[in-house]
């Protein structure tokens, strides 16, 4: 069983009424897991987007690092953080947060 929240930020400045993503939209994903993660990732790259939809991971408790993933066939070093804060401030583009949890 998985639960995704995902909470929009800084949204209303750059999309028009009814829209909630553009194909620049970028994401801080909490709770890091790799499968979903590498999953979005590989969405991202099948629908042809040119920049990855992560744009930092968070994993509560760890240090500040990076983690290797796949955008395609090329690799992807994307930002690992411990803590929102720190990971809010790094990515200032980021204007989706998400939420991940599973039980």
Same mark, same amino acid.
């Given at each position: 069983? %998985?639960?995704y929240l995902?909470?929009?930020? $800084?949204m209303?400045? /750059?999309l028009?009424?009814g829209h909630? %993503?553009? &194909?620049?939209?970028? !994401?801080?994903?909490? $709770?890091?897991k790799?499968?979903?993660?590498q999953?979005?990732?590989?969405?991202?790259?099948?629908? @042809? &987007?040119?920049?990855?939809?992560?744009a930092?991971?968070?994993?509560?408790?760890t240090s @500040?690092?990076?983690? /290797?993933?796949?955008?395609g066939?090329?690799?992807l070093?994307?930002?690992?953080f411990g $803590?929102?804060?720190? !990971? !809010?401030?790094?990515?200032? $583009? !980021?204007?989706? %947060?998400?939420?991940?949890?599973? %039980?």
């Amino acid at each position: 069983f %998985f639960v995704y929240l995902i909470i929009f930020c $800084n949204m209303a400045s /750059k999309l028009g009424a009814g829209h909630l %993503f553009s &194909r620049e939209s970028q !994401a801080i994903f909490y $709770n890091w897991k790799n499968d979903p993660v590498q999953s979005m990732l590989d969405f991202d790259y099948i629908c @042809k &987007r040119p920049t990855p939809s992560i744009a930092a991971l968070i994993s509560p408790g760890t240090s @500040k690092g990076s983690t /290797k993933l796949f955008f395609g066939t090329e690799e992807l070093f994307v930002p690992l953080f411990g $803590n929102t804060i720190e !990971a !809010a401030e790094a990515c200032p $583009n !980021a204007d989706v %947060f998400i939420i991940f949890a599973s %039980f």
